[in-house]
Nanobody, 121 residues
């Protein structure tokens, strides 16, 4: 059974940093695309950043220059370094992984359980 386990969320003051991690287990292949989405109260889930196995990345405009996504293909793990955090970054952050490309999912789309990030002003 495929499982994505996130860690690293928490409470931080505005301007601070956090690093999220997401490790995939129960698979016998590598995910082509791994990434992070977030959902704030009363809002739809939105893309934060994604990365493919070749290292290409995409970011939401709101996090460019502040967040950095990276991955360890050998460990099937994806990271999100979040710097200069703002109160509007407060949300539940979800890890996502799938085979295929940024635009095309092949097979199943997997999600983690979510980790809370709260940024106080």
């Amino acid at each position: 059974q495929v499982e994505l386990v996130e860690s690293g969320g928490g409470l931080v003051q505005a301007g601070g940093s956090l690093r999220l991690s997401c490790a995939a287990s129960g698979i016998k292949f590598s995910f082509n695309v791994m990434g992070w989405y977030r959902q704030a109260p009363g809002k739809q889930r939105e893309l934060v950043a994604v990365i493919n196995s070749g290292g290409s990345t995409k970011y939401a405009d709101s996090v460019k220059e502040r967040f950095t996504i990276s991955r360890d293909n050998a460990k099937n793990t994806v990271y999100l370094q979040m710097n200069t955090l703002k109160p509007e970054d407060t949300a539940v952050y979800y890890c996502n992984a799938h085979r295929g490309s940024f635009q095309h999912i092949v097979g199943s789309d997997y999600w983690g359980q979510g980790t809370q990030v709260t940024v106080s002003s």
